[in-house]
């Protein structure tokens, strides 16, 4: 037996794409022209499909943002008290 081949990528229209992602048509072409989405143009006449493994790197990607944004609000507001000199751990 030979060992197992890599697996053809896998295409999503960009319309199963945007219902994933709950934006429109249009918002997953331009994500595939800025980059953050692998797209091809296929068949006759051609249409726009998105590579399902660019999809789940994408959403790592945003979530990773996401993560941060929140550890730098949190980190905003844990700054507040030490600006205004207010020390609520020693109670003075």
Partial sequence: MSAPSSRAPRFLAPAQ???????????????????????TQLGSPPRWRVEESSLEGYLAEESETSRRMALWRQSQVASFPEVWGISSAHGN
Avoid: C
């Fill in 17 to 39: 794409v945007a219902e994933l992602l709950s934006i429109g048509v249009g918002e997953v072409i331009e994500l595939v022209h800025e980059g953050r989405l692998r797209g």
